[in-house]
C-alpha cells in the first residue's frame, strides 16, 4: 500500500455524494485530499499551484469529460505530471481511454480496489 501521508490526491467527479465519499475515505486513510466537481475545476486548481501526486477523475462528466482532464494535464509543461487513476461505470469508456491514464477502476470498486491502483501507479 502507499505511504498515504506523503500523498494528495486531486478526485474529481461531477457526482457530489461520490466525489465527498471518495474524499472522506481517502482523508481517513490518512490521505491529502484535493475535490473537483469538473474537469474544468481541477484544471483551475492545477493552474493555481496544486501539485497532486495523482488524479482520481471519473470519465464520464458535463463539459470536459475524464479524458480530456487526462490530455490537458499529459500536456502540461510545468515540470510536474501526476498519476492518472481513471474510473468510470462504463467499461468500453475505460478501454477506450487506451494508455492515457496509469490505473483504471470500474465503479462500484471497492477501497481496496482504489488503494491497490494508487499503489499501482506510483509504484511505476
Do not use: Y
Not at 494535464?73 to 510545468?78: E, I, Q
Request: aromatic share 2%; charged share 25%.
Amino acid at each position: 500500500m502507499p505511504e498515504s501521508s506523503r500523498h494528495l490526491v486531486l478526485v474529481v467527479d461531477d457526482d457530489l455524494v461520490v466525489l465527498d465519499g471518495l474524499c472522506a475515505l481517502l482523508r481517513a486513510r490518512g490521505f491529502e485530499v484535493a475535490g473537483a466537481c469538473s474537469a474544468d475545476e481541477a484544471i483551475a486548481l492545477l493552474d493555481r499551484g496544486l501539485q497532486p501526486d495523482a488524479i482520481l477523475t471519473d470519465l464520464n462528466m458535463p463539459g470536459q469529460s475524464g479524458g480530456e482532464l487526462a490530455d490537458s494535464v499529459r500536456g502540461r509543461h510545468d515540470g510536474h505530471c501526476p498519476s492518472i487513476v481513471a474510473m468510470s461505470a462504463c467499461r468500453r469508456s475505460l478501454e477506450a481511454l487506451d494508455s492515457r491514464a496509469d490505473a483504471k477502476l470500474l465503479k462500484p470498486f471497492d477501497l481496496e480496489g482504489l488503494l491497490q491502483a494508487l499503489a499501482q501507479v506510483w509504484a511505476l
